[in-house]
Nanobody, 125 residues
Framework: QVQLVESGGGLVQAGGSLRLSCAAS????????VGWFRQAPGKERRIVAA????????YYADSVKGRFTLSRDNAKNTVYLQMNDLKPDDTAVYFC??????????????????WGQGTQVTVSS
């Protein structure tokens, strides 16, 4: 089973940037989806962005469009989330997850599993 490890979180001022990494150990399936989620205190975990390990298809939540960007390094089995123009509302624990996904399915509707341990992102005003 693939294990996911997130890193790159931290404390940043509003308007700043961070890059999160989601590194997979084990054999990934190229068509599987890999996504970033976040959970703020007292709130539900919500999807932020998603793609597939092979890069086919991307999804961004409306709240991060134009500010967050996914990228991949297949040699390192790693997916990155570049976060620019960070806002205090972006403060949350960020998780990555992966799941099998048929082409044509909506990333936001998938049954995500295989979660990483999360990384804290704090944006100060």
């Amino acid at each position: 089973q693939v294990q996911l490890v997130e890193s790159g979180g931290g404390l940043v001022q509003a308007g700043g940037s961070l890059r999160l990494s989601c590194a997979a150990s084990g054999r990934t399936v190229s068509s599987d989806a890999v996504g970033w989620f976040r959970q703020a205190p007292g709130k539900e975990r919500r999807i932020v962005a998603a793609t597939r390990w092979n890069g086919i298809g991307t999804y961004y939540a409306d709240s991060v469009k134009g500010r967050f960007t996914l990228s991949r390094d297949n040699a390192k089995n790693t997916v990155y989330l570049q976060m620019n123009d960070l806002k205090p509302d972006d403060t949350a624990v960020y998780f990555c997850a992966c799941t099998s996904a048929q082409y044509g399915s909506r990333f936001a509707d998938l049954a995500w599993g295989n979660w990483g341990q999360g990384t804290q992102v704090t944006v100060s005003s």
